[in-house]
């Protein structure tokens, strides 16, 4: 096949590629903003990010936002994506129509600097399951799988298409986290910073292909730090920032031009983008001050002339993302706030309960890891308590209940802290580009991790029962078995809790600092009589308390006969002396199991409302 073939070929499955992801029913959107302004801090530390900038993005250009570090790009990029609006203040017009907020979500996607993904997935399962969520059920299963072929077959990926992600390139990463975004057809891409990390090669690889996405009819913006002059050519459209001010705007090719308008001229064969830093540094002296208002800080652009365009007023922006207006409009923008997917509920948690599961089966440290540990350490134990449950020489058995509790807490909290902080990532850059709600992703996590919660400790439980000469009865087995399972159910919503709130080296630490109060009140450390009574009320928030009263009330109460004594005179010969011994006699069952439910429930409902509010934060 020759060389012009080979071409013709390739064209056509671009051309294929686009006519699937550009809908000919929705023109093609410019998008402007008006004086806006950023600040953060609050009273008498307010500091001002953003100075009342201006600018205009149009559609079928692939934009880039330059300026050195501190200059305030990424804070615009993160407003004109919709992702910050407190503290925020001016106009976002697309189309010279106020900005929709609902509408402009549902077409718009955002891609971070670090390529956030699911590393256990490989590329077809992650465009599938992208396909299903954002195409939903109006679109058949034949053409899903259409769309993901060509779009990978585009981007270059059709050779690794079974490769997990954790085995990529940085630069395939990329361009499969712009790949993903392209299924529900947006009309505005955001990138921040797409070819850090890349090396040239694959820095000009993933620049060629947004500008392809551009001449299809979309609005593509990306952060750039310190471009190539052959990188900086793949651009349009250049909007330089520095100060928290737009000191340029226009085609890439005026740039030079521009600057020589105040007598700064790039040496030849000099990257005009190199140039164009070492003055927003100041190395040419003070002429930014110049520089920003020859293009009225973005309200112009510029083409060889300046051409004026009509001034806007500026309208503060609340937290919401509404303007400040009178109640009733208030009330109709926030309705706005609210997202429909592009999938229903239910699909949305079929989807993320198939996707979960793989990634949780083939993480060694959730499944390998957990599984091996409690299998050797029921074994241990098993062989250090050696027929200590039929034991009546002393209750050192009441030791083997509370440590075994012990290391179901941590065994079941330890990996969600640990795997928990770094999925949140992706579900950030999931949930703000529209994949699914917050409500279906925590339900299929929930719903993937529970067989685990109750399998190994089920294996672990019956390791040590059986080696450890517990009362060979069914009814004290499910007992037990029913308050080993309600703790490590706990343990799973307290490490989703300390996951979700800190990261990883914060959440482990604070979450053993946070178990010694509460293992302290358990029964076993201290009996609950001799606890001064202003702190009594103490151990009855102590889930240890609960998971260590109703292991002892499985193995002694409910009428247990005498347990075997080698010598003359066992004190704790009978069951109910050992329950009198820790205050336990007067102890029900029931009460510590509807604690633990207790827990059960306001840990699952607290890691909810805390993911909500993280993400809520990040606007």
């Known amino acids: ?35 806006i302004s950023y600040n953060v801090g609050k009273r008498n530390n307010v500091k001002r990010i953003l100075q009342q900038m201006s600018g205009t993005f149009k559609s079928g250009q692939l934009t880039a936002i330059l300026g050195p570090s501190g200059a305030g790009k990424t804070s615009l990029m993160n407003i004109l994506a919709g992702l910050k609006t407190t503290g925020v203040e001016g106009r976002i017009e697309v189309d010279g129509v106020e900005r929709n907020f609902k509408t402009f979500r549902k077409q718009s996607a955002y891609i ?37 072929d060509l779009i990978i077959k585009t981007l270059g990926l059709a050779s690794s298409v079974t490769t997990k992600i954790s085995r990529l390139s940085g630069g395939e990463c990329k361009r499969l986290s712009i790949g993903l975004e392209l299924f529900d057809n947006p009309s505005f891409l ?32 990306a952060t750039i730090h310190q471009p190539s002059s052959r990188l900086l050519d793949h651009f349009d459209h ?11 705007q226009g085609p890439v090719e005026f740039l030079v031009p521009y600057l020589q308008t105040v007598n700064l001229h790039c040496p030849k064969y000099h990257n005009p983008a190199d140039f164009v830093m070492d003055v927003a540094s100041g190395e040419y002296g003070d002429v930014l001050p110049q520089l920003v208002s020859g293009i009225e800080n973005g309200r112009l652009t510029y083409r060889g002339s300046l051409a004026s365009s009509r001034s806007t007023r500026s309208i503060n922006l609340e937290g919401n993302g509404s303007y400040q207006v009178n109640d009733d409009e208030g009330k109709k923008k926030n309705k706005q706030k609210r997202i429909t997917y592009g999938a229903p509920f239910r699909t949305q948690v079929k989807v993320l309960l198939e996707r979960t599961w793989r990634t949780m089966w083939r ?17 241990f134990i098993g062989l250090m308590y050696q027929t200590v449950g039929n034991d009546a020489s002393y209750p050192f058995n009441a030791g083997l209940l509370a440590f075994s509790q ?35 992703y925590y339900l299929a996590k929930l719903i993937v991790d529970i067989p685990f919660q109750i399998l190994f400790p089920a294996i672990f439980l019956a390791i040590v029962y059986l080696m450890t000469g517990q009362p060979m009865c069914m009814m004290r087995f499910s007992m037990l078995l029913l308050v080993t399972i309600c703790m490590s159910l706990v343990a799973q919503g307290i490490g989703l809790v300390f996951g979700a709130v800190f990261d990883i080296q914060t959440a482990l630490f604070l979450s053993s600092v946070c178990a010694i109060p509460l293992l302290l009140f358990n029964g076993f450390c201290i009996r609950f009589n001799s606890i001064p009574f202003y702190l009594r009320w103490m ?28 010598q003359p005179y066992c004190y704790f010969r009978y069951p109910h002396k050992i329950l009198e011994t820790f205050d336990m006699d007067q102890s029900s069952y029931y009460v510590s199991i509807i604690g633990l439910m207790m827990y059960f429930v306001v840990m699952r409902i607290a890691g909810y409302f805390v993911l909500r509010f993280k993400l809520k934060s990040i606007s």
């Open 406 to 440: 012990l290391f179901i807490i941590f065994t079941g909290t330890m990996p969600t802290i640990v795997t928990f902080p770094m999925e949140r990532n992706v579900l950030v850059r999931e949930h703000l580009n529209h994949w699914y709600s917050l409500k279906a």
């Open 363 to 379: 993480e060694k440290m959730q499944t390998q890891t957990r599984f091996l540990t409690h299998i050797v350490f029921g074994i």
């Open 1 to 35: 096949m020759n060389k012009i073939t080979r071409k013709a070929m390739d064209s056509t499955k671009q051309t294929e590629l686009w006519s699937l992801t550009t809908d000919e029913s929705k023109p093609s959107s410019d998008f402007t903003f008006h004086d």
């Open 238 to 248: 250049l909007y330089v920032v520095v100060g928290g001010s737009c000191m340029f």
């Open 539 to 566: 151990s009855y928030g102590s889930l240890f308390r609960h998971g260590f009263e109703g292991a002892m009330l499985s193995v002694y109460d409910y009428d247990r006969p005498p347990l075997n004594c080698s």
């Open 190 to 221: 955001f990138l921040d910073e797409p070819t850090s990390g890349l090396d040239s090669s694959s820095s000009l690889q993933c620049v060629a292909l947004l500008r392809k996405i551009a001449n299809s009819g979309r609005t593509v913006v």
């Open 112 to 148: 971070t600097q670090k390529d956030y993904l699911l590393k256990d997935l490989t590329i077809d399962e992650y465009m599938t399951s992208a396909a299903h969520l954002k195409l939903g059920n109006k679109v058949s299963d034949s053409e899903k799988k259409t769309r993901a």
